[in-house]
């Protein structure tokens, strides 16, 4: 896929700022650079603004959003984010499916939501959940820490009587679960690599990290305190990054569709992710598995519900997730795409439908990553090393670089990553819904006085309310047409139409006994209809307009 930029490594917040600036520059028909928000550490949350200017303003055009780096190791979506930002701009003009949508929608990117997170994340041996800000602080325990100085935080190992592992006897690099039956022999503790810190008691315990905030726990719908949620933050939104996606969704009422970029798992997520899918309108669920199947076949992702398949705890859910309040308080169809799958490349895939696992099998999966690793990308795999630790005595650091084999791939895996992403992108776009203004008719009742007929639609997937949710709670806009420049002398110059519908409404089928055959239209067309004084020669306008579906007009002539 032809990209202006790059995509070899993971771009630290300085080179993210000067390609962003750089292509805003280049592209400033079609690309608006907005700060979003500003962090503690006074970097900047950019928002990207994608439309041809010159074909209507941003706000009138089907919108859609997309995002990465809510989670600060989650660096993939990030780069995907910017691949795809990359990829329309570079083949506006070239690519008829990318100039149909600058054209025709207006696309919002925020690629890296935790713009301090990621940036310890990537220069630093840490590795941190959204942000490097001190949180609920615990003292005591393991310390994660790069003690043998070779920038990376792996496994540290050190022999123990009490210890619960084993060297696994066909590979000393490979450690397994000592069996109830071991009562002789070589055992060990396994902590990360890491110091010492003052605690009580004589058991070691590895320390809760300090940096716990949890940005996707932060949002508004189905938030929780953290007795019940970790890392859920002292209130919705308490950290400004969060704020600002939610005041930006807001503030931009065209958002029709959204993709929320995480790692890992090679999995596309989509909602409800508090309650069964069964207890959601069977017609979101329809569409949002549609547009999943999209993304299953352009990434190989397997699609699951979030609530149904994902969650491990079915009680105790996890939530304050941004994919949930996009959909369930603005009823907007969003997926979490979870990028890169270790497991799978390994040959251990994770069966999601499998609520319990037995121990010696995830460890039997994370050893054959390891494996995998070596073979495959072997500068972030390092065999274990004697170490004189200063307070244990003689430990073994080793393992493989978590960062960028588990939680993202290995470099050379990057582009291919992410340029399926955007394939993704560009059919889930088009799935927006798109008003027309056809068949218009006029005919003179008497002299000076002519009845306006028209037909309007909504030629997209989507209906324009887009989801049952959205007119469940109300959001839902109705679709207005207006017909400007002219005195209606019977009803009113606008027109309400509850809504139009899409084609993924029309009811379809393929029968045994007969044929392909559509059963019902949806109900994508109206005819509206005005009786106006006026003059022949006149110039009319009729103005067809809806919150997610955007704004057309049309002229006529008397």
């Known amino acids: 896929m032809k990209t202006s930029y790059i995509y070899d490594h993971y771009y630290a917040y300085e080179e993210m700022k000067d390609m962003l600036e750089g292509l805003a520059k280049k592209y400033s028909e079609l690309m608006d650079l907005e700060v979003n928000c500003i962090s503690e550490e006074k970097r900047n949350q950019y928002v990207a603004i994608l439309t041809n200017k010159k074909t209507g303003n941003a706000l009138d055009k089907p919108g ?58 990537l ?21 994660e820490e790069d003690i043998d100085g070779d920038g990376v935080i792996r496994m540290m190992r050190f022999v123990t009587p009490y210890g619960a592992w084993k060297k696994d006897s066909n590979d000393k690099s490979v450690m397994t679960l000592r069996e109830p039956s071991d009562v002789e ?30 940005f996707n726990r932060n949002f508004p719908y189905g938030w929780k305190m953290e007795g019940k949620q970790s890392g859920a933050g002292i209130y919705p939104l308490s950290n400004v990054e969060t704020k600002a996606i939610v005041d930006f969704v807001l503030a931009h009422p065209n958002i ?16 409800p992710g508090t309650k069964a899918s069964t207890s959601a309108p069977s ?32 009680e ?27 497991p799978k490349k390994a040959g251990k895939p994770i069966d999601w439908h499998k609520k319990d696992t037995h121990p010696l099998e995830s460890i039997e999966r994370f050893n054959a990553c390891m494996k995998w690793v070596k073979e495959n990308a072997p500068e972030y795999y390092s065999e274990w090393k004697e170490f004189d630790h200063p307070t244990l005595g003689k430990v073994e650091i080793g393992g493989f670089n978590y960062k960028h084999t588990w939680q993202n791939p290995p470099e050379t895996y990057l582009l291919e990553e992410i340029e399926h992403s955007t394939k993704f992108y560009l059919r889930f776009m088009q799935a927006m819904p ?36 959205a007119k469940k709670i109300k959001v ?39 044929n392909y055959a559509t059963v019902q239209n949806a109900e994508a067309k109206k005819k509206v209809t005005w009786l106006i004084q006026g003059k022949k020669g006149d110039t009319l306008k009729i103005c067809l307009k809806q919150e997610k579906a955007g704004k057309v007009e049309k002229e006529i002539i008397l």
């Not at 959204?258 to 790692?263: Q, R, S």
């Not at 598995?289 to 699609?303: F, H, L, S, T, V």
């Not at 105790?316 to 270790?342: H, K, N, R």
């Not at 306006?452 to 049952?468: F, Q, S």
């Open 64 to 121: 859609w959003y997309l995002d990465g780096n809510i989670h600060a190791g989650e660096v993939t979506s990030s780069m995907a984010a910017l691949h795809t930002l990359d990829y329309l701009l570079t083949n506006y003009g070239e690519e008829e499916t990318v100039t149909r949508i600058l054209d025709t929608m207006t696309i919002y990117i925020i690629p890296r939501v935790s713009v301090d997170g990621a940036e310890t994340y």
């Open 123 to 143: 220069q630093t041996p840490y590795s941190l959940r959204s942000v490097n800000r001190d949180y609920i602080v615990e003292e005591g325990g393991v310390k």
């Open 185 to 214: 022999g070589e055992f060990y503790d396994i902590y990360c690599e890491g110091v010492i810190e003052e605690m009580d008691g004589e058991n070691l315990k590895r320390k809760k990290s300090s940096w716990g905030l949890d």
């Open 256 to 271: 029709g569709g959204a993709a929320i970029g995480h790692t890992s798992g090679g999995l596309l997520l989509y909602p």
């Open 283 to 314: 017609f979101d669920m329809k569409i949002l598995k549609a547009i999943a199947k999209m993304g299953e076949e352009e990434m190989g992702y397997e699609p699951l519900n979030i609530f149904d398949s994902f969650l491990s705890d079915q």
């Open 316 to 342: 105790e859910v996890d939530s304050g997730a941004l994919d949930d309040w996009m959909y369930e308080t603005q009823g907007i169809p969003c997926y979490t795409v979870e990028f890169w799958d270790l």
């Open 434 to 469: 798109k008003l027309v203004i056809e068949d218009i008719e006029v005919k003179e009742i008497t002299e000076n006085t002519f009845l306006v007929n028209a037909i309007v639609g909504n030629r997209g997937y989507l209906p324009t309310n887009l989801t049952d949710t």
């Open 476 to 514: 839902a806009k109705e679709v207005e047409v207006t017909l400007e420049n002219a005195d209606v002398i019977q009803g009113n110059s606008t027109i309400k139409i509850k809504d139009l519908a899409g084609y993924s409404q029309t009811i379809t089928g393929a029968y045994f006994y007969g």
